[in-house]
């Protein structure tokens, strides 16, 4: 918008500038062009007087005049008699029967601007004249041949002048109009600070209420709907937070109970009912927990420290190798470059990591492997998590970052289906990216981008 400001402010000052500069460019050539044809008409006219005297005092008189001319002057005289002869003590000019002297000696002046053969071929302005004697008898005729070097400098110079004048003019225009431009836009450019904020999640964003009336109204309707909506979502949080605490207590209660039963029991029946709610107590205990590591993860936003990627890695393998062990699932790691880091909050690798290998090691058959690679793309880090499960169709891959929503694992759907909704809240807190592929020889591959660290110098 700016760029386009400008080039309409640059545009109307240089339709001004062509409206008023060039017509007068243009006057003052015709009127040089002008002033110049009635110079040397002039001084062919004084020497056509005195050849049409027809006497030698005269024509002695025309030559010193000619001679004056042809030495002060850039142009040449010449005269030639009725006869196309020479006029004592005049020499007789080159080309004796040009046109222009026929046409002179039949009574008829002429100029043109062209060639002249008197400047051996340069362009000029040629002026020819006859000689009347007072009974109105040609006698003769005289040609003056100007050259117009320097009448074209002077306007080139004139012409240059005023070219140089409006660039410098429209380059004045065009600073002019970029700070304009820009004191114009500062308040939209003001709302479009606020609207990246707040696409990225900083509802406490708000625009300065500045500018021209329309952008001010405009800035208090985002700032009071702005507003609103961190109010409701921030009234959500709390409800989602609370409720979630307020149901770990009876759901322990709950577990304990049931617990309880299943010792005091003996009828097979009875034992498979109970461990059954016993598992869904337990599942629905997974979903509460996620729930609050969800709140908390919309509500705070921590600075991003740099983190050793390698030795986080290196330490959560370690204790998912434990667990994968009991069902013959091995979690292997392609070394990392122990200088490579990356930003992040306190904590949310570790959950990151955590949530990606759980889903990975519930979905993987007995003795499969899931594999760790980190590499540096440029100036971000990215994690893959690669396992041999059965990986997700297309249409499962967009949807499996909704919350709630649950695949399809091993045993059926399991989960709360909030473990990748948390994992892509907290890459995004981080200014990082995650997404799904199929992995390599089957199976789901979790791509997860993160802002690279400055590195850390060597041992």
Known sequence: MIRQLIVSYVLLVAVALAAFTVPVAFTLTAQLREDTEESVHREAATMALLLAADDLPSHRALATLAGAYRDQTPGVADVVTADHGAVTPLPLPPAPGDPAFDRALEGRASTHWGPAEALGGA????????????????????????????????????????????????????????????????????????????????????????????????????????????????????????????????????????????????????????????????????????????????????????????????????????????????????????????????????????????????????????????????ECVVLTVADEGPGMSGADQARAFDRFWRGQGLTGRGGSGLGLAIVKQLVMDDGGSVALADAPGGGLCVRISLRQAAPRSGG
């Open 123 to 378: 362009d000029g302005l040629v002026t020819t004249v006859p000689a009347r004697t007072s009974d109105g008898r040609v006698v003769g005729a005289v040609r003056i041949s100007y050259p117009t070097a320097d009448l074209n400098a002077r306007l080139w110079r004139i012409w240059g002048f005023r070219a140089f004048l409006a660039l410098g003019v429209l380059a004045v225009a065009a600073a002019i109009g970029a700070m304009f431009a820009r004191r114009l836009t500062r308040p939209l450019r003001q709302l479009n600070d606020m609207a990246t904020k707040f696409s990225d999640g900083d509802l406490t964003a708000r625009s300065p209420v500045t500018g021209p009336p329309e952008t001010q109204t405009l800035a208090q309707t985002l700032n009071t709907g702005a507003e609103r909506l961190d109010t409701l979502l921030r009234a959500q949080r709390i409800f989602v937070a609370d409720a979630s605490h307020q149901l770990r207590t009876p759901l322990t209660a709950l577990r304990l109970s049931l617990d309880n039963i299943a010792d005091g029991t003996d009828d097979d029946l009875v034992r498979e009912d109970v461990d059954q709610a016993i598992g869904e107590v337990a599942r629905m205990s997974r979903m509460v927990n996620g729930l609050l590591v969800l709140a908390r993860a919309e509500a705070r936003h921590s600075a991003a420290e740099p983190v050793a990627v390698g030795e986080l890695v290196a330490e959560r393998l370690d204790v998912w190798r434990a667990v994968g062990d009991e069902r013959g699932v091995r979690f292997a790691a392609r070394p990392v470059d122990e200088r490579l880091g990356v930003l992040t909050s306190a904590g949310h690798l570790e959950q990151v990591l955590d949530n990606v290998l759980s889903n990975a090691l519930e979905v993987s058959p007995d003795g499969a492997a899931v594999t760790v690679r980190v590499v540096q793309d440029g």
